[in-house]
Structures are given as C-alpha cells and as structure tokens.
C-alpha cells in the first residue's frame, strides 16, 4: 500500500515563531493572533473590526526555510497593495492595512517549499478614530 500518513503540526516551531512576534512587536494594541504548524495553504479571518480602528497593522513570521505569498481582503475584497512574499527564516513581515470601514479582515497564506515550520501572525490596531 502506498500513501503518505499526515505529519503533526511542529507546536515547537510555532511556539518559536510566536515568541518573535510577541517579542519584535510592542506598543501597540492587539486585536488577535494565532500560530500554528505549516502547511500548504492557510489562512483566517478576523471577523469584524471595530468601528474606532482606521488601520491594522499585520505581522506576521514563520520559519523553517520555506517561502509562503500572503494576500489579504477586507470586507470581503482583496487588497493588492497589502500583498508580499515571505522567506520563513524567522524575520517579521509587516503590512498596514486600511479598515475604515468595519468588517472582515483575513489573509491567506500558500506554502513553498517544506512544511517543516511554524508560523506566527497577530492583528495590531494601528490607527483609531478620536472620540
């Protein structure tokens, strides 16, 4: 019989991909995050966000050598400018993505190269509206 078995998500690198998020971004106030092991393809959305937040800085890391191209939408469409390309080798991509209307705010992430990685990424409010 062949086939390959699914391999286990890495928590290990995911915990070290997390830990230099939690350590390169400070002072600023955060709205979510997740990590987790790499795969091909993943992804998420932040559900709403909220009506005083004008812009969200996203942050995100992996490591383990592969390349993953990241795109983003909000309120359903898809931002072009916000889009790059990252090497998983533990430095922190960074966007600013304009949300002055609420609603969604999600990403999605394609793997090139070795799923033997993790990977790291959190929502920062960037700029809010004054009361």
């Known amino acids: 019989m062949t086939g390959s078995t699914p ?3 890495d928590t ?3 915990e070290a991909a997390k830990s230099v998020l939690d350590k390169g971004i400070v002072a600023m106030d955060s ?3 997740g990590s987790g092991g790499l795969r091909r393809q993943f992804g998420n959305t932040y559900p709403a966000t909220p009506d005083d937040v004008l812009s ?3 942050a995100f890391t992996c490591t383990g050598g592969a390349t993953v191209a990241l795109t983003f939408t909000t309120v359903n469409k898809e931002v072009p400018s916000a889009a790059g ?3 998983c080798d ?3 991509f960074q966007r600013s993505i304009d949300t002055s209307k609420p609603g969604s705010l999600g990403f999605s992430a ?3 190269g070795s799923e033997n990685g993790g990977y790291a990424y959190a929502y920062y409010a960037e ?3 004054l009361p």
């Open 127 to 129: 700029k809010k509206q």
């Open 56 to 58: 969200v800085s996203f």
């Open 7 to 9: 391999t286990a998500p």
């Open 12 to 14: 290990a690198a995911a």
């Open 31 to 33: 709205l979510g995050g």
């Open 90 to 92: 533990g430095s922190i």
């Open 85 to 87: 390309t990252q090497v």
């Open 110 to 112: 394609t793997l090139t």
